[in-house]
């Protein structure tokens, strides 16, 4: 049983690139979500998803997009890199929003230089 | 602004022996509460959770403790194993907007064989 699959585990970026991080689930949680971490700082939301073709910001959702086509995958695209944006990004989800816990992917090292 | 602290970067303690990690928060709309923890190149996994109209929730070697008035909670691990060792973090949200957990810095655990 997979869980959440994220890919890449690691990239460098130079200022300016855009890339996608890919987020998968494999369990049919409606709900999705893209955490950043940054160093000696607790995960930050970035974007959520509570179904296919719904998305809402988080709370550091600058620099970034995605998209909810289907309800196994959620990309998190960076169009601009910018060294702001250098952390580790988790992909999650969650049956339920409300009061239920979280299944989180193995993480993205994002370096932009 | 931090809504969910823990000062604590970091605890060592001898295998066998009681950990305590502690949790503080500011929001008094959080009234759920969750532990993650996190091996190093691995996303967080659920721990254990409790919700504001409780005061204790245990399962096995761990028990989760809230005090609403102080606005803190602890995670106690007896006995400790060495196995746990890694970092621990504490995530709150308030039900009524739901929509995000708020996550505290984390607490590196080192248990001492």
């Known amino acids: 049983n997979a869980g959440v699959t994220q890919t890449p585990k690691f990239r460098i970026l130079k200022i300016g690139q855009s890339m996608t991080l890919q987020c998968a689930q494999d369990?049919?949680?409606?709900?999705m979500y893209w955490y950043r971490q940054d160093p000696g700082m607790g995960l930050k939301l970035i974007y959520y998803?509570?179904?296919?073709?719904?998305?809402d910001k988080g709370e550091v959702p600058n620099g970034y997009n995605v998209s909810r086509s289907t309800t196994e995958d959620f990309p998190l695209r960076l169009e601009l890199a910018a060294p702001s944006q250098t952390s580790v990004y988790f992909c999650?989800?969650?049956?339920?929003?409300?009061?239920?816990?979280?299944?989180f992917g193995s993480g993205t090292q994002l370096s932009v230089l | 602004d931090q809504q969910v602290k823990q000062n604590s970067p970091s605890l060592s303690v001898q295998e066998g022996r009681i950990s305590i990690l502690n949790c503080d928060y500011t929001?008094?709309?959080?009234?759920?509460f969750l532990w993650y923890k996190k091996y190093p190149a691995e996303g967080p996994t659920f721990l254990i959770s409790?919700?504001?109209?409780?005061d204790k929730n245990e399962d096995g070697r761990f028990t989760v403790f809230l005090n609403k008035s102080a606005k803190h909670l602890s995670l106690h691990i007896v006995p400790s194993q060495p196995g746990d060792s890694a970092v621990y973090f504490c995530?709150?949200?308030?039900?009524?907007?739901?929509?995000?957990?708020?996550f505290g810095t984390g607490t590196s655990l080192t248990v001492i064989p």
């Open positions: 369990m049919n949680h409606n709900y």
């Open positions: 995530a709150a949200t308030a039900s009524n907007t739901g929509n995000q957990f708020y």
């Open positions: 409790i919700s504001s109209i409780k």
């Open positions: 929001n008094s709309m959080f009234d759920y």
């Open positions: 998803s509570v179904g296919a073709g719904i998305t």
């Open positions: 999650a989800s969650s049956y339920e929003r409300l009061n239920e816990k979280l299944f």
